[in-house]
T-cell receptor, first 114, second 115 residues
Framework: AQSVTQPDIHITVSEGASLELRCNYSYGATPYLFWYVQSPGQGLQLLLKYFSGDTLVQGIKGFEAEFKRSQSSFNLRKPSVHWSDAAEYFCAVAPYSSASKIIFGSGTRLSIRP | ETGVTQSPTHLIKTRGQQVTLRCSSQSGHNTVSWYQQALGQGPQFIFQYYREEENGRGNFPPRFSGLQFPNYSSELNVNALELDDSALYLC??????????????FGEGSRLTVL
């Protein structure tokens, strides 16, 4: 069965510092991979997605993620965080045959230190 | 804003009662998915509806049921409520499976508290 692991429950970084959120997935084939963000009082918003092709994908708000098949990872990065990036971040996976039946990880809460 | 609206935003029920949650999908989207998000957890897939029929289901008991209407709006019904059903229920709409980019458009959710 497919699954997603986000090993970091809570991360705090200083404003302007770089960020990396970890994500590992378990799936027999190459799945669709996503990162979503959930801010307080707002719905989940898609940051970026990987289906195929270039393993480094660019998303909104300056985020990027790199797919590494050998490590079954899809880590999210941002070179310089802003206070508005404080939110809950979810990595997610979906089978190739059904891209909308998305399985989410348990999330990483990001806090920003002024 | 995604164009996906859910109602009610908050509600309180007691154990054993039944609840109906509603969702209006984004214009042009004919697929609706429902997710349950318990406190501190990621969303869990409940089921998906496509063209008014269930099109996949997660690990939830039959007391969780749904409907999709001709205008693609949807309902989630939960019977015999249990305390563990307390959660944020998220609706997400998307394009038809054949042309699906995998991007779900989420509503802000309905927060259910079961006492």
């Amino acid at each position: 069965a497919q699954s997603v692991t986000q090993p970091d429950i809570h991360i705090t970084v200083s404003e302007g510092a770089s960020l990396e959120l970890r994500c590992n997935y378990s799936y027999g084939a190459t799945p669709y991979l996503f990162w979503y963000v959930q801010s307080p009082g707002q719905g989940l918003q898609l940051l970026l997605k990987y289906f195929s092709g270039d393993t480094l994908v660019q998303g909104i708000k300056g985020f990027e993620a790199e797919f590494k098949r050998s490590q079954s990872s899809f880590n999210l990065r941002k070179p310089s965080v802003h206070w508005s990036d404080a939110a809950e971040y979810f990595c997610a996976v979906a089978p190739y045959s059904s891209a909308s039946k998305i399985i989410f990880g348990s999330g990483t809460r990001l806090s920003i230190r002024p | 804003e995604t164009g996906v609206t859910q109602s009610p935003t908050h509600l309180i029920k007691t154990r054993g009662q039944q609840v109906t949650l509603r969702c209006s999908s984004q214009s042009g989207h004919n697929t609706v998915s429902w997710y349950q998000q318990a406190l501190g957890q990621g969303p869990q897939f409940i089921f998906q509806y496509y063209r008014e029929e269930e099109n996949g289901r997660g690990n939830f008991p039959p007391r969780f049921s749904g409907l999709q209407f001709p205008n693609y709006s949807s309902e989630l019904n939960v019977n015999a409520l249990e305390l563990d059903d307390s959660a944020l229920y998220l609706c997400a709409s998307s394009l038809a499976q054949a042309t699906n980019t995998g991007e779900l458009f989420f509503g802000e959710g309905s927060r259910l508290t079961v006492l």
